[in-house]
């Protein structure tokens, strides 16, 4: 069963830093890519970030392009966002997502097939 | 950047009626990069439906998927209780990477 338990949330203050853990099991996590998605209260989704399986492709939304960072440990199983000069803006719950992309035939298909409960980040003085 | 409007914002149906959720893009998409997600209150969002008509595994085939270029549709024949919830489409592509529409709500009237 795959399973995807995100930790490391919390309160901080504005300007300050957080780091996120994603802790992946039930999959070959070396073989997918990973995905940071949030959600504010009230609001809808929005992408965060995206790491390819070995590192190589990295991918940031411009609201968070310079301040966060995406990272991975295939020998642990484990995806990280580690979040600087956090703003009011940026408190939301942080889900982590495995991204199913890949081709079949003439077409290649992206979603996100499996997604962690959560972490509540918030952002206040 | 592409964007993706969901229409209605708000949907009141009754348990048993049919709901069509629409994603429009704003500019053509490849239908296998469109996705659908279900979120309940205190949930994580589900994958539905992907590549504009493919059902995720163990989603019931009330639900479907159809579209293209930049008019899609999430389809729920006959509505049961637990579908009540909030509904996404998704987009893959470049600057950003994936986009979501802002939400359609499907409550119960």
């Known amino acids: 069963e795959v399973q995807l338990v995100e930790s490391g949330g919390g309160l901080v203050q504005p300007g300050g830093s957080l780091r996120l853990s994603c802790a992946a099991s039930?999959?070959?996590?070396?073989?997918?890519?990973m995905n940071w998605v949030r959600q504010a209260p009230g609001k809808g989704l929005e992408w965060v970030s995206y790491?390819?399986?070995?590192?190589?492709?990295?991918y940031y939304a411009d609201s968070v392009k310079g301040r966060f960072t995406i990272s991975r440990d295939n020998a642990k199983n484990s995806l990280f966002l580690k979040m600087n000069s956090l703003r009011d803006e940026d408190t939301a719950v942080y889900y982590c997502?495995?991204?199913?992309?890949?081709?079949?035939?003439?077409?290649?298909?992206?979603?996100?097939?499996?997604w962690g409960q959560g972490n509540l980040v918030t952002v206040s003085s | 950047e592409i964007v993706l409007t969901q229409s209605p914002g708000t949907l009141s149906l009754s348990p048993g009626e049919r709901a069509a959720l629409s994603c429009r893009a704003s500019?053509?998409?490849?239908?296998?990069?469109l996705s659908w997600y279900q979120q309940k209150p205190g949930q994580a969002p589900r994958l539905l439906i992907y590549?504009?008509?493919s059902r995720a595994t163990g989603i019931p085939d009330r639900f479907s998927g159809s579209g293209s270029g930049t008019d899609f549709t999430l389809t729920i024949r006959r509505l049961e209780p637990e579908d009540f919830a909030v509904y996404y489409c998704?987009?893959?592509?470049?600057?950003?990477?994936?986009?979501f529409g802002q939400g359609t709500k499907l409550e119960i009237k």
């Open positions: 590549g504009a008509s």
């Open positions: 500019q053509s998409i490849s239908n296998s990069y």
């Open positions: 039930g999959f070959t996590f070396s073989s997918y890519g």
């Open positions: 790491i390819s399986s070995s590192s190589n492709n990295i």
């Open positions: 997502a495995r991204d199913r992309g890949y081709c079949s035939g003439d077409s290649c298909y992206y979603y996100f097939d499996f």
């Open positions: 998704q987009r893959y592509g470049s600057s950003p990477m994936y986009t």
